[in-house]
């Protein structure tokens, strides 16, 4: 699903949150959005999802206008998402219910996710129970499993140790390209970032605007991402990190 | 979970009968120091209280007050929780049906009597109105409070999967605010419950726990005063600590697991 940006902007009240912003997200291709904390990426999220409409501009799915969400784009948010009050499998199984798939139906399939995600063995414990790369794992088998074609991902390891982060991280590069939605990555990680995107845009603080966008499609990477040294480097300084030792 | 919040298993037993054992004993010790036509001990109000049960009059009583109170309760119940849900997602409506509750809620239900008894007769429905208003305030308000504290991610991700408002409601609402509903439910019971007494002593029609008390105090038959006094403690406990309580746990499995 190719998404499209149009001079959006997106006020809440008198905050001007997101002004003019334009972009084109081409279907299975994966965009990172980095920026301060509080600049609007988020709203670009929700705008995508349909949870939110633009104030100006247009926000569309393959030349179809968005007005409302839909389980073909899903947003996979930074935690606390799943319902304490049901098992991990059932979490997963509701996203199924949601389009009207039967309950032993939706459950079969959601128990397969699960063994996906290497949850095997976890399907009746709940979120509480579990640590937070697990429940990490699950709100991701919760979104794949209603075959998005766009994946909107909300930090979605931002409470994670880096450890466990770079394990979900494998875990969610596998599930992509296995199943090639367009997927909108918001990350505070420009490790992350590099990983895992084919561009990155790099945000400025609010009203949100693209200071910088980064080209890296075909790229092989790994976790040692030395070669992205200088991009590292360029990003943070984008967003007033010092990369060089004074002296003085 | 590894820090333990509650009391579980028999400790709590042991706290609930040591409840028990200090209120029987406050009443045996003003026994033991008033004459015994003035406040009967424990044994002579058992001894009364297994023979009333024998009497298929007392039975009638027991079983009118029940039905009495599920029917308003039972109102309250499901008028409560709609109208708390409905608040949930209708901010406006919210709001005003939170300050009518604020100014009812004022006014005690038993105060209604004379009014309810006018228009609607003399009758059980009086009773089962003023029971239903009693209980409808709370249930309604905490069900409604507790939808604003609903977190919005958990709506949010229900939107994205594609929930209707209905499935909303039914799939994310209720079960997240389960817990202060049970609570609701809880506070809900004992004022019909106090309703329900007060209401059957001052209307006096038909038979029930109530008429049955209030007709003891006019005989100044005391022991029939204690033995109703009793079985109102009694129902009202296993109501709600066996099965309200129990209804809590199951419903609330997740927090207990």
Redesign the interface.
Known sequence: MHLSFEQVDKRFGKLEVIKGFSGEMASGELVALVGPSGCGKSTLL?LA?G?EKPTAGKVTADGNAITQ???K???V?QE??L?????LVDNVA??LE??GIGKSSAREQAKTWLGRVNLAGFEQY?P??VSGGMRQRTALARAFI?SPEVLLLDEPFGALDALTRMALQDVLRELIEEHKPTVLLVTHDVDEALYLADRILVFSNRPARVLKEFNFTHCEKSHDLSEFASERKEILALLGIKTEVEHS | ?SQQRRLTGPKKYLAVLLAVVFILLIWQAAAWSLPSFLMPGIPTVLERLFASIQQPEFREGLAGSMSRLGAGYGFALLFGIGFGLVGGILFFFRETLRAAIVILQSIPSIAWVPLFLIVMGFGNLPMIVVVALAAFFPMALSVMNATESV?P??V????????SRW?LIK??YL??V?PELITGAQLAFGNAWRALISAEMLIGFGQGLGRSLAYSGEIADMVGVMTNILVIAILATLIDQVVLEKFKQRM?R?QY?
């Open positions: 929700h999802a949870l969400p839909g389980p784009r899903t947003l948010f606390h998402a319902y304490p009050w049901l098992t509701m996203a949601m389009q709940y509480h129970q209603a | 979970m977190q991610v958990h949010a991700a229900a939107r994205v999967m594609g929930a499935q799939r994310v079960p997240a389960m609330l997740y697991v």
